[in-house]
């Protein structure tokens, strides 16, 4: 048995789930929910959410502070005073769960970050490493946030999966790194952030009659993630 058929989803209760511009439109299309529904911005002063892997956006109310764009949490139906994703459906204990059972709602459309979990892609960038993830992440010891029963085997994974989700995660979230740093030169309100993002997604195919080869090399201009025009017209336009 997979060591999540036994669990309670610590996993979904322990982490603050950071999310990309695509896993929320993802999301958005799934469910008919708005941004407003499932996405906060977390503060992240010391970096335990970012990691150096996610992007920090800044926000004029409070201009100093880092934030994460992340999934929304809500209080346990079952382990009360404890947090859980609002996508997790929880059910109450049985024999197998004794904390009670969980699976993800919206499993099909679940963002990258949960897709990989427990893996991360080698430095190399071609090998999947499973990582321990033994100890709970959290300084509150109560049992809601402990995770994986028990340790993972390299042959419960997908060696197909898991490696496609990896490249995809880690193209997301540098394609929101990017998004990032172009948002932190002129913050706009949090208010205008899901606008901001339409707009921005809404850029990412252009038609080859409009794609500009550059002079030297071959590269094209559409292999950049999004051009400083576009970016330029999506501020325009929410600033309008
Ligand atoms: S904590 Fe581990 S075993 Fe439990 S649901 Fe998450 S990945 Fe699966
Ligand atoms: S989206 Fe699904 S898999 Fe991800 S934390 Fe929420 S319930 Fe868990």
Redesign the pocket.
């Known amino acids: 048995m997979?060591?999540?058929e036994?669990?309670?989803?610590?996993?979904?209760r322990?982490f603050a789930v950071p999310v990309t511009g695509a896993d929320i439109i993802t999301i958005a299309r799934q469910t008919g929910l708005s941004f407003w529904d499932f996405v906060v911005r977390w503060v992240d002063p010391e970096g335990t959410i970012s990691r150096g892997r996610v992007p920090n956006f800044f926000f004029p109310d409070v201009p100093e502070t880092p934030f994460v764009i992340c999934l929304m949490q809500t209080q346990s139906l079952f382990l009360p005073g404890t947090a859980k994703c609002r996508f997790l459906v929880e059910c109450p204990p049985d024999e197998l769960h004794p904390l009670g059972g969980?699976r993800c709602g919206i499993y099909g459309a679940r963002p990258s970050a949960c897709r990989v979990?427990?893996t991360k892609m080698n430095r190399a960038g071609d090998l999947v490493v499973l990582c321990n993830?033994s100890s709970p992440p959290r300084d509150d010891a109560h049992p809601a946030y402990?995770?994986?029963?028990r340790e993972?085997e390299v042959e419960e994974l997908d060696p197909v999966r898991t490696l496609q989700d990896l490249v995809v995660t880690k193209y997301e979230f540098a394609f929101f790194a990017e998004i990032a740093r172009a948002w932190n030169q002129a913050p706009k309100s949090w208010k205008a952030f899901p606008e901001f993002l339409r707009l921005v997604y809404s850029n990412r195919i252009l038609h080859e009659s409009d794609v500009k080869l550059e002079e030297e090399g071959s590269q094209d201009v559409a292999t950049v993630p999004f051009t400083n025009s576009q970016m330029d017209d999506a501020s325009a336009r929410i600033a309008a």
């Open positions: 997979a060591p999540c036994s669990c309670h989803a610590g996993c979904c322990a969980a979990f427990p993830v402990d995770l994986c029963p993972w």
